[in-house]
C-alpha cells in the first residue's frame, strides 16, 4: 500500500484570497484593524501561525485562549462565505486528473497534510470538486507545526491502508519546502 499526501494551497489549487479577506473581516470586527494581512505571506505555514503572525504584527502580542477560539470559530465562518465569493479560486492544471488516476488504484491511498483547519480544507476540497479523493489528513487544527500535523496524516492513512506501510511507499507532495 502507498500513501500519497497532497498540500491544498498552491498544490491542488488556489483560492483566490479567500482566506486573507476571512481573517480581515475578522481583525476589523473584533479589533478594528483594517487591512490586517498587509505584509502577511501566507506560504507553507499553518492557520495557527497566521494568526499568531497576524496578531504580533497588529497587536504586538499573542492572542489570549478567548481570543484564539472566537477568531478560529468566526474563521470557520467567514472561510465559508468568502470561498464561492472568490473569483479567482481555481485548480492547478492536470489535477482532476492525476487525483482521479491515483484513486482508482487498489494500492494507494490519498490524504491531505495542510496547514489548513480542517473545516476549511475540506470547503476547499469540494468547492475544487476534490474532497471525495480524500480519506484521510492531517490539518492545522491538529497541530500548529507541519511535520506533526503531517505526521497525523501518515498515521491515519496507516490506520485505513495498513499499519505496515513502509517510509519508502509514502509520498508527500506540496508546493513548499515546508511541505
Given at each position: 500500500m502507498k500513501l500519497f499526501i497532497f498540500d491544498i494551497d498552491g498544490?491542488?489549487?488556489?483560492?483566490?484570497?479567500?482566506?486573507?479577506?476571512?481573517?480581515?473581516?475578522?481583525?476589523?470586527?473584533?479589533?478594528?484593524?483594517?487591512?490586517?494581512?498587509?505584509?502577511?505571506?501566507?506560504?507553507?505555514?499553518?492557520?495557527?501561525?497566521?494568526?499568531?503572525?497576524?496578531?504580533?504584527?497588529?497587536?504586538?502580542?499573542?492572542?489570549?485562549?478567548?481570543?484564539?477560539?472566537?477568531?478560529?470559530?468566526?474563521?470557520?465562518?467567514?472561510?465559508?462565505?468568502?470561498?464561492?465569493r472568490s473569483e479567482n479560486f481555481r485548480v492547478m492544471p492536470g489535477v482532476p486528473e492525476l487525483l482521479s488516476e491515483l484513486h482508482q488504484r487498489e494500492d494507494v491511498l490519498l490524504g491531505i497534510a495542510t496547514g489548513n483547519f480542517e473545516k476549511a480544507a475540506r470547503l476547499k476540497l469540494k468547492q475544487g470538486g476534490m474532497d471525495h479523493f480524500f480519506d484521510f489528513g492531517g490539518f492545522g487544527s491538529d497541530s500548529s507545526k507541519r511535520e506533526e500535523l503531517t505526521h497525523a496524516a501518515v498515521e491515519r492513512g496507516r490506520a485505513l491502508g495498513s499499519e505496515d506501510v513502509q517510509e519508502q511507499d509514502i509520498y508527500v507532495v506540496g508546493d513548499t519546502i515546508h511541505d
Open positions: 498544490t491542488l489549487l488556489l483560492t483566490g484570497g479567500a482566506g486573507r479577506v476571512a481573517f480581515e473581516i475578522i481583525f476589523e470586527e473584533l479589533f478594528q484593524i483594517k487591512g490586517a494581512w498587509k505584509k502577511i505571506i501566507p506560504d507553507g505555514k499553518t492557520d495557527p501561525l497566521i494568526i499568531e503572525e497576524l496578531a504580533q504584527k497588529n497587536l504586538s502580542r499573542s492572542l489570549t485562549k478567548d481570543e484564539y477560539q472566537i477568531v478560529y470559530d468566526k474563521y470557520d465562518i467567514y472561510f465559508e462565505q468568502e470561498l464561492p
